[in-house]
Antibody
Framework: DVQLVESGGGLAKPGGSLTLSCAGS????????MSWVRQAPGKGLEWVGH??????????GYAASVKGRFTISRDDSKTTLYLHMNGLKTADTAAYFC????????????WGQGILVTVSS | QSVLIQPPSVSGTPGQRVTISCSGS????????VNWYQQLPGTAPKLLIY???QRPSGVPDRFSGSRSGTSASLAISGLQAEDEADYHC???????????FGTGTTVTVL
């Protein structure tokens, strides 16, 4: 079975940094496109960004709200996806979900359980 | 950036058929594959419909998707108590190089 397990969340101060990890198993991680989606408390879903597979150039894309502050990377040898978050703002407080992204259809087929990031002084 | 608009809430009685709309500009919804996600209370979203009207394996056939013009729709036939959840539409925008999500709809079973 496909499993995505996020870790690394918690409390950070405004202007601070945090790195989330997402360990994947049950699928061919190195061929998978991956993404991060977040959900602020009581709000809808917001796309954060994605990374394509190495064979597709490891191209990344980011939402305007996080571009220049967040970076997505992957370590295929560890089947792990990362979200490096810098310059955190209170508006970044949300549950962060790691997902697979299917290239042809653009759908997010599998989701992790989510991890909470709280940005507060 | 394109926005997909959904009604905030929809309700129905057990056994009833309900529909949720997802509206955007013609150039967007009319040309993109729309996907739907179900988010049960306190859980992560789950893919419900992809490519406008395709169900992943394991999704009951009482869930169906369609697209017409500038709108996409999700229909739930034979509504059940377990269908109480938030439903989100989304589409992948090649120009944006990313996902656009709908505003989300809460389905309540009366």
């Amino acid at each position: 079975d496909v499993q995505l397990v996020e870790s690394g969340g918690g409390l950070a101060k405004p202007g601070g940094s945090l790195t989330l990890s997402c360990a994947g198993s049950g699928f061919t991680f190195n061929l998978a496109w991956m993404s991060w989606v977040r959900q602020a408390p009581g709000k809808g879903l917001e796309w954060v960004g994605h990374i394509k597979s190495k064979s597709d150039g490891e191209t990344t894309g980011y939402a305007a709200s996080v571009k220049g502050r967040f970076t997505i990377s992957r370590d295929d040898s560890k089947t792990t996806l990362y979200l490096h978050m810098n310059g955190l703002k209170t508006a970044d407080t949300a549950a962060y979900f790691c997902t697979t992204l299917r290239p042809r259809h653009g759908d997010l087929g599998y989701w992790g359980q989510g991890i909470l990031v709280t940005v507060s002084s | 950036q394109s926005v997909l608009i959904q009604p905030p809430s929809v309700s129905g009685t057990p056994g009833q058929r309900v529909t949720i709309s997802c509206s955007g500009s013609t150039s967007f919804v009319g040309s993109k594959s729309v996907n739907w996600y179900q988010q049960l209370p306190g859980t992560a979203p789950k893919l419900l419909i992809y490519s406008n009207n395709q169900r992943p394996s394991g999704v009951p056939d009482r869930f169906s998707g369609s697209r017409s013009g500038t709108s996409a729709s999700l229909a739930i036939s034979g509504l059940q108590a377990e269908d109480e959840a938030d439903y989100h539409c989304a589409a992948y925008d090649d120009t944006l190089n990313g996902q656009v999500f709908g505003t989300g709809t809460t389905v309540t079973v009366l």
